[in-house]
Every structure is written in structure tokens, then in C-alpha cells.
């Protein structure tokens, strides 16, 4: 059954795409209004600021001049007329113009009849500047050849503001063609951010199909190509999990099925045959018995190691006696030399204590020693040691085996789950695989240090160092 996508799902792409669009669009845009608006402003302030230096400048010529040098001004008036595109006149108060870079309008009347009402009467070195029928101009009031009149420069704002306007529709042009290109630029990048993902996503749902040879591909991106190394790390993970669940399955239904069958086998032989021989009738019981241990044995394996992978139930540590609580351990092995020949050796210091969860170590030196019995030589000779070393406020225990010894490249996997060494041992093993799995996790989470290394003469030994406390109970 296919998992519905959620109704409010949307593409990264798109996303990205739409953001990255309206960004610019927004920029743009706000780029655009700016200049249209400064480049109207500019022009009218600098038209403003030129107008009044050329007046102004006019103003200081003809005021006060009298007609000897009437030439003089109108050559200046007429040279800011070619060089600047203004007209200037100097008119009487009745209107009548004295002075002139071009003849008058036909509106003249108009012209000077706002003129007197934008001055308000003469006013000795007045200056008005105001805007009319497209034009800028400035009036100063001056008194030329002995009378009072007006100095009058209009600058024609029709050009610039053409100007402007042009200036203003470029400026629209290229913000659309901006736009436009945005809209492109912004595709094609979210597109080539989304790319990798989509990448990703199209490789991880053929290793969820149990295509474990699929590599995530690393990205340009640093994100993506950490996510790239995180998904080939999880993938490697899987696949070894997948490869143990295989295993144990292998392992499992290899080891279940042997007891069962020799329980079934063997309650058959007592209905059947053995019922009234009481000797055969408790040997095929034993063998029962036996069989049914080692079942009840795979069984707690199999669980402890799932309970201890799963991190269920805190570390309950406490100060004990780590020496008592060896010799209590390696006395249930006594069955060992009493029915199959086995010999413990052991070395133990006296009185030594550690702070540790003394349950789940239990767990730790049972499953050594179990180990070392089963990879031991022909001898049967098994060497459990408990030094102090006062240097390192350390206690070391180690558990020696006679056997084959293991290949140093095997060392770092025999601590997985279900792994067995191929040749390291001399007889058929019991268990799971999962021991030292469990030491492993029990001695991680305690965070003491363990490990494995060859023996003198052969054979392995087992170690791992505990912390040395005082004898104080319950004191950390």
C-alpha cells in the first residue's frame, strides 16, 4: 500500500524557485522605484540650481547698470541663452521688455501678468523662482538705467523632462528584462539545489528496495554532501543489520532446530522403548534435560542481547567486592571439571573493589569465561587472573584460553553480533555469537576500557580493566 503524500506537500524547487524570483523581483523593483524617483527629483533640483546661478549671475550684471552698458548685458544674457538653452529679458514694470535673447511670445501678457502676481509688487532684491506652462523661471527685481524692473530668465523644462521621461522608460525596460532574467536565473538555481536531493531521494528508495550497492552521490553543496556521507554511513549500517538479521536467522533456526529435534527424539525413544528400563529411561531424560538447557541457554542469549542493544534499564552501579564476586562466578564453572574435564587456574588479588552495575558485569565475566571454555585447547586449561595495579587505580581481569588463538584480522569483528571466529576453536561451539556482542555493549556503556590480544604460547586473552574504589559500600 502506497503512503499518501501529505495534502500540503510542495516541491523544494518550486519553492525555491518562487522565493528566489520574488527576491529579486522585490529588489528590483524597489531598485527601479528609487531611481525613477531620485532621477525626477535630481533633474528638477539641478534645473533648479542652475536656473538660479544664471540668474543670479544676470542679476549682478544689470542691476544697477545704466544703458552705456546695455551691449555688455545683453551679450551675457544672450551667451546663457546659447550655452545654457535659457531666455532672459529685463522688462519695465508695464511690461515693456528692454532686453531680450529672443523675441516675445505670443502669450506674453499671460507671462508677465503671473509674473507681477507671483512677485507681488517690486521689492528691491527680490529673487522668485516658481514653475509655469512647463518652464522654470526666476524673476529678480532690479533697477536698470534708473528704473525698476524685472530680470526674467525661463529655462524650457519640456527637454528635460523628455529626457527624464525617456530615462524613466529605460529604467522600466531593463527592470522587466531583469525580471525576466531573474526568473531564469532563479529556475535554473533551484533547480540545481533541488537537483542533488531529488538525486538522493531516487537512490534511497532503490536501497529501500534491498539494493545495498546504490552509493549516495556527494553534492557541490557542503549540506548535501554531509547528508550524501550520513545516508552511505546509514546504508552500510543497514546493510550489516540486514546481514546479521539474516545471520541470526541462519543461526538461530540452525540452533533451534537441533535441540528440538533431539528432544522430540529422544521423548519419542522414552515412550516408546526406554519407559520401563529405568538406566536407559534416565539417560534419554538427561539428554532431555540437557537439550532443554541448552535451548532455555540460546533463548536468554538471544534476549539479553536484545534488551542490552536496546538500552532498556539503567546502569544500577554500586561499590562491591570484585574478588568475592569472581570466585562466586567461577565457582558455578565447577561443574566443568567435575563432568567434562575442563581446569581453571585462577590468580586473584584479595580485597579489591570496583564501582559497576553488578548485574550486567555478571553478564561480562560469565560470557568471557563461557568464551574462553569453549575456544580453549585440548587441554581444557583455562587461566582467570584479578591483578591490582595500584599505578593506574586500576583493576585488571583477564581470562586466558590454550587455544588456536584468533587472526589479527578478525580481532575488531569478533565483538559484532553472531560473528564466530572460522578456525580459532578445536570442538563444536555452543551458543548464539552473541556473548561477546553483550560484553561489548555492558563494558561501552560503563565506559571501561576491554579488549583482546594474543597469548604467550598461544591462545587468547580476554581483559578489560575496572575502576579500583575503597571498600565503602555504596560509595562512589
Known amino acids: 500500500m502506497k503512503h499518501k503524500l501529505p495534502l500540503k506537500i510542495k516541491s523544494m524547487q518550486v519553492l525555491l524557485w518562487r522565493y528566489f524570483a520574488l527576491f529579486t523581483v522585490l529588489i528590483i523593483a524597489v531598485v527601479s522605484i528609487v531611481c525613477y524617483g531620485v532621477l525626477t527629483s535630481s533633474a528638477t533640483i539641478q ?5 538660479i546661478s544664471v540668474g543670479s549671475g544676470l542679476t549682478y550684471f544689470a542691476n544697477g547698470a545704466t544703458s552705456d552698458f546695455e551691449g555688455v548685458i545683453s551679450n551675457e544674457m544672450n551667451r546663457y541663452a546659447i550655452t545654457e538653452g535659457m531666455d532672459a529679458f529685463i522688462v519695465g514694470l508695464n511690461g515693456a521688455a528692454f532686453i531680450s535673447t529672443t523675441e516675445l511670445p505670443d502669450d506674453w501678457s499671460g507671462i508677465f501678468e503671473e509674473l507681477k502676481s507671483t512677485v507681488d509688487g517690486w521689492t528691491a532684491d527680490r529673487a522668485v523662482v516658481y514653475s509655469a506652462q512647463s518652464n522654470l523661471n526666476y524673476v529678480s527685481c532690479i533697477v536698470f538705467n534708473g528704473r525698476q524692473c524685472y530680470l526674467l530668465v525661463r529655462y524650457p523644462m519640456t527637454v528635460v523632462l523628455n529626457s527624464v521621461r525617456s530615462m524613466q522608460l529605460y529604467i522600466v525596460i531593463i527592470a522587466l528584462v531583469a525580471i525576466l532574467i531573474s ?163 585462577t590468580d586473584i588479588d584479595s580485597n579489591l573493589y570496583t564501582l559497576a552495575d553488578e548485574e550486567k558485569i555478571y553478564q561480562v565475566i560469565y560470557n568471557l569465561v563461557s568464551n574462553a571454555v569453549n575456544y580453549t585447547g585440548e587441554d581444557k586449561c583455562v587461566y ?17 584460553d590454550t587455544g588456536k588463538g584468533i587472526p589479527e584480522e578478525e580481532r575488531k569483528h569478533i565483538w559484532d553480533r553472531y560473528y564466530r571466529s572460522k578456525d580459532a576453536h578445536a570442538r563444536p561451539v555452543k551458543g548464539t555469537g552473541l556473548g561477546l556482542n553483550i560484553v561489548k555493549i555492558i563494558l561501552q556503556s560503563h565506559a571501561f576500557d576491554f579488549g583482546v590480544k594474543p597469548a604467550e604460547g598461544g591462545g587468547s586473552v580476554f581483559y578489560v580493566d575496572f575502576p579500583e574504589v575503597s571498600s565503602t559500600p555504596d560509595g562512589e
Not at 47 to 51: G, I, K, Y
Not at 287 to 298: A, C, M, N, P, Q
Not at 384 to 390: N, T
Open 47 to 51: 534645473a533648479r540650481d542652475r536656473v
Open 183 to 345: 526568473f531564469v536565473i532563479s529556475y535554473m538555481l533551484a533547480k540545481r539545489i533541488s537537483r542533488p536531493i531529488s538525486e538522493l531521494s531516487q537512490t534511497a528508495k532503490r536501497m529501500a528496495k534491498g539494493d545495498y550497492s546504490v552509493q549516495f552521490e556527494s553534492a557541490e553543496f557542503e549540506e548535501i554532501a554531509q547528508l550524501s556521507e550520513s545516508l552511505n554511513y546509514a546504508k552500510d549500517e543497514i546493510k550489516k543489520s540486514d546481514d546479521f538479521q539474516k545471520e541470526l536467522l541462519s543461526n538461530v533456526s540452525h540452533d533451534l532446530r537441533t535441540p528440538l529435534t533431539m528432544i522430540k527424539a529422544y521423548a519419542s525413544m522414552v515412550m516408546e522403548i526406554s519407559g520401563n528400563d529405568p538406566q536407559k529411561r534416565n539417560k534419554h531424560l538427561q539428554v532431555i534435560i540437557d537439550e532443554s538447557d541448552r535451548l532455555t541457554g540460546l533463548v536468554n542469549d538471544i534476549l539479553n542481547a536484545s534488551k542490552v542493544s536496546a538500552g532498556l534499564g539503567e546502569l544500577n552501579k554500586k561499590v562491591f567486592n570484585l574478588t568475592e564476586f569472581i570466585y562466586g562466578i567461577m565457582n558455578k564453572f565447577g561443574y566443568l571439571q567435575e563432568t567434562a574435564g575442563y581446569k581453571f587456574y
Open 384 to 400: 582467570v587472573s584479578l591483578k591490582d595495579m595500584p599505578e593506574s587505580r586500576r583493576i585488571r581481569f583477564a581470562v586466558r
